[in-house]
């Protein structure tokens, strides 16, 4: 069964802070791997999506890995702001198809 | 990006009436568009494919004769919920497709908050 897992559900975090969101997965066939961005109330912001070959890519602050072997990815957040707290979904697309996590609801305070 | 807009942003109504969600693709033509729905603290759950100018295909468990999807240009699908009743009420968005040479991506909209009383 293709699942996706994200851990944790929740953190707290005080601004200027770095943190990592982790995300877990069993999906086949495997096309891509992307991290959302969403803010309460609007509709998921695309931050990152890596490929099969791709290690790691960057936008701005936010740095995703991708480890294919163990099927594991994560989101690291450097210099945390107030405007990073949202939830931070993790999608597995299996073609046409993609496989959700629950996301991470992260709060920044100052 | 492309750029995805749903109307309205929120929307209260009586149980038993009609809600149409409209969702727009401003500048690029949509030949694909998704709809999901999410409910509170979950994530986003597929509902339906809407393909311009054929029929949608719905996701299983999802009623097509209660959320009616239609796609009828580039731009613009519509998503029409019918006699809501309050396990309705939800948060809707719409996305947008597209093919690239490695992956696909989607462009998603505000989202539409639908309360039904």
């Known amino acids: 069964k293709n699942q996706v897992e994200q851990s944790p559900q929740s953190l707290i975090i005080l601004e200027g802070k770095n943190c990592t969101l982790q995300?877990?997965?069993?999906?086949?066939?495997?096309?891509?791997l992307r991290w959302y961005k969403q803010d309460t109330g609007r509709g998921p912001v695309s931050l990152t999506i890596m490929t099969f070959s791709e290690n790691t890519k960057s936008n701005g602050r936010y740095t995703a890995t991708l480890d294919a072997d163990t099927k594991q990815s994560s989101l690291h957040i450097t210099a945390s702001q107030l405007s990073d707290s949202a939830s931070y979904i993790c999608v597995v697309s299996a073609g046409y198809q993609l496989i959700w996590g629950a996301g991470t609801k992260l709060i920044i305070k100052p | 990006g492309a750029v995805v807009s749903q109307h309205p942003s929120w929307v209260i109504c009586k149980s038993g009436t009609s809600v149409k969600i409209e969702c727009r693709s401003l500048d690029f033509q949509a030949t694909t568009m998704f709809w999901y729905r999410q409910f509170p603290k979950q994530s986003l759950m597929l509902m339906a494919t809407?393909?311009?100018?054929?029929?949608?295909?719905?996701e299983q468990g999802v009623e097509k004769d209660k959320f009616l999807i239609n796609h009828a240009s580039l731009t613009l699908s519509t998503l029409t919920v019918t006699s809501a009743h309050p396990e309705d009420s939800s948060f809707y968005i719409c996305?947008?497709?597209?093919?690239?040479?490695?992956?696909?991506?989607?462009?998603f909209g505000p989202g539409t908050r639908l309360t039904v009383l």
């Open positions: 996305s947008t497709g597209t093919s690239g040479p490695f992956y696909n991506e989607q462009f």
């Open positions: 995300c877990n997965y069993t999906v086949s066939p495997f096309s891509n």
């Open positions: 809407s393909n311009e100018g054929s029929k949608a295909t719905y």
